[in-house]
């Protein structure tokens, strides 16, 4: 290879790291985002800060939105907002926990992660990536494992990874989120006839919690902690029983957060090296 490719090469690399960062820094800025898919990228900065407010409101008892706690097992929390469209019931919903000995970007990278989603959400049937803007943006469309008597459920829904750590919490190391929202493209039509699209907008934000004063070096997975907020407002697509969905994020969105946390826990564990 000749000294003009290698240096075209090192070029190419250093624009697409270039692309990385100004995809992960997202809210570092308020200036217009200009450049291929500038549009797409303002949608994303505006959710995104929306749903990082979200996640760092207060949920005390003295809250002023009204949260209300319904779910507490050991270290989770889960709160509500009673809310109703058309007598259809998009309560928004928050969730706080935590987890020993994994940082806040080994949770939300593998959160993110799109090839291995089905292998800790058993309610996803197929997961296709449509389109990868960067290695930190994706539009997914996922099918959804029929539950009866109620029809198919699929989302198709844009995915960006964001470190946050401007925001971080005063005793936190750093902060990474991942917004997932739904949208519309003429490229992905229903699955079947009888399907129904799930609309929402969620967030997971995560800070790395140092329990220790060592160096940022010699820390081990004993040292840390990862302070975890799940915020989730989530359409149906269809008329479905208020108890019903009541009853079943009560059962499943602590089932989801132990599940995962878990499903991190092991891929992380053996892993020396933290991943910051």
């Excluded at 985002?33 to 003295?62: C, M, T, W, Y």
Aim: proline letters at 4%; hydrophobic letters at 35%; aromatic letters at 10%.
């Amino acid at each position: 290879m000749g000294d003009s490719n290698i240096d075209e090469k090192i070029s190419e690399n250093e624009n697409n790291k270039e692309k990385q960062i100004n995809t992960l820094n997202l809210l570092l800025s308020n200036e217009p985002i200009n450049g291929p898919n500038s549009a797409f990228f303002e949608e994303v900065r505006l959710v995104a800060n929306q749903q990082l407010q979200h996640a760092l409101a207060d949920v005390s008892k003295n809250n002023t939105e009204g949260w209300e706690l319904f779910v507490e097992d050991g270290n989770l929390k889960m709160y509500k907002l009673e809310n109703e469209i058309d007598g259809i019931v998009i309560d928004p919903l928050k969730a706080l926990h935590c987890i020993d000995g994994v940082t806040a970007r080994e949770f939300i990278d593998i959160f993110f992660d799109p090839f291995i989603k089905q292998e800790w959400d058993d309610t996803i049937q197929s997961c296709v990536i449509i389109e990868q803007l960067s290695p930190d943006s994706v539009f997914l469309h996922q099918v959804h494992r029929r539950i009866w008597p109620t029809a198919t459920r699929e989302s198709l829904f844009w995915s960006q990874r964001l470190n946050v750590s401007s925001k971080k919490s005063s005793d936190a190391f750093d902060a990474w989120m991942v917004c997932n929202k739904s949208t519309n493209r003429e490229d992905v039509v229903l699955s079947s006839s009888s399907a129904v699209r799930v609309k929402f907008t969620i967030a997971m934000l995560c800070q790395t919690i140092l329990k220790t004063n060592k160096p940022i070096e010699e820390l081990t997975r004993d040292d840390i902690q990862c302070k975890i907020v799940y915020v989730a407002e989530v359409h149906p697509g269809g008329w479905v029983p208020k108890i019903g969905v009541r009853q079943v994020y009560k059962k499943e969105y602590p089932k989801f957060l132990r599940t995962f946390s878990k499903y991190v826990y092991d891929k992380v564990k053996n892993k020396e090296n933290l991943s910051f």
